[in-house]
């Protein structure tokens, strides 16, 4: 099922790199979802394996212990990170960066 994702898919990869105070271990299975459908194999696979799943954003006011984090990491940017304006309406995906809906 991981093989199916077509966005980035890391084993062991430090959370470091993607916290603003650059600390914390590495993510057992770090997966940067490129679509919906990316983030539901992502699911299925963390169901099987019965792995836990964490939801991470920009990393933002993120602490990560040293000893990293067990089961799938999900970032969401990329695709999910878009904001569409429709008059006074936003429709955000859920990896939108504050910074950029408020521009």
Known sequence: ??????GEVRFKEPLSFHTSLR??????????PQDVDDIRHALMFAE???LPVSVIGGGNN???KDRGVRGV???????LGRAEF?????IAGA???LSALIR
């Open 95 to 97: 990896g939108v960066s």
């Open 23 to 32: 600390i914390g271990g590495a993510a057992d299975i770090f997966v940067v």
């Open 73 to 79: 990491v999900l970032r969401l940017e990329g695709c």
């Open 86 to 90: 429709h008059g006074e309406e936003a």
């Open 48 to 50: 099987r394996e019965q």
């Open 62 to 64: 993120l602490l990560v």
């Open 1 to 6: 099922m991981l093989g199916e994702i077509r």
